[in-house]
């Protein structure tokens, strides 16, 4: 017989995400995110949040490429943060780049990161910051059978207008904010505030932009039983640009903090699969891949997507030296 103490450690420790996801649904518009799309969003929150960046008390690094659709979307992100106290305040500062590849559209943005930080609650809240530049580049290769509304734009009349390279250099800003205590986070973040434009014709009839987006995240570590090896990680991500909406909700689980597997859905689109492996140097390594389920996605873009990531954890310590010595000479 199972003792009955479990089901009330589990009831308790469920209550507040089931609090957090009600809040999250309850303010779901529709939409979808421009930006590149990542499965290991919940071991790489940085990407998502300028205010998680020094969110623990260690330097991090992190490197993720996603082949998505294999091919059709090729995207790869940098990332670096640290933890500083600055007039005995605790702050956050990192810096993070993506590279975006969609056939004849290519986007690097470089953003740097600052966040603010004080005691709330159980735990912490951050509000923060990051400020850059996006460089597109148009690259014009356009044929007649290609529909030019394919890229964004509301016509393919005078085709010849966008075989040409274009490419633009825009600064971007965006804002969030992040709480974490020793169970649970909760972030939202708005970025693209200055909606970056590329034309793609030299009289900039037609052209691109990166929309506003807002996204909301949540998540939770449930322990089973008392002192158990396991520990159980749902998490949601929703991104909105207030017309459509991209949302997907799933569960890592972690064997003695070293061994991670998981399993999600993302809305109308695929199921995801991740494994990691966290190693005692404060090495992380994973891979997720996206099964779609989709049917008109899966004719479009093929099988799914793979995608490969690390994370790197350290601390540099900075040893005394003892500058003190005695003279031979001096008995």
Known sequence: MINGNIYKRLATNLRPLVL???????????????DGQFTSNSENMLLINPAYAGNNDQMNAYAIHKNQYFGIFQTTALGFDTRVNLFGKEQGVGITIFQDAYDMLESVHVNLLYSYKHDFWNGILSYGVQAGFNNSTWTGNLNDSVLV??????????????????????????????????????????????????PVTEDEIAYLFLQRTLSLTAGYTLIPVRHSDYEIKPSMLVKTDGITFQAEAGANVWYKKQFM????????????????????NGLFVGT???????????????????????????????EKRDFKYKSIRIL
């Open 20 to 34: 957090w996801v009600g809040l999250m649904l309850s303010v779901i518009p529709l939409c979808y995110s421009q």
């Open 149 to 198: 509304s394919d890229y964004g734009v509301n016509y393919s009349a005078e085709i010849e207008r966008y075989r040409q390279e274009v490419s633009g250099f825009k600064f971007d800003m965006g804002f969030g904010v992040f709480y974490s205590d020793e169970r649970m986070y909760l972030g939202a973040s708005l970025s693209h505030m200055f909606r970056p434009e590329l």
């Open 261 to 280: 597997g998981g399993m999600g859905y993302r809305l109308q689109e695929s199921l995801f699969f991740l494994a990691g492996w966290q190693m005692k």
């Open 288 to 318: 997720a891949y996206d099964l779609l389920v989709n049917k008109m996605a899966a004719g479009q873009a093929g099988y799914g997507s793979l995608e490969l990531f690390v994370r790197y954890r350290f601390n540099i310590e900075v």
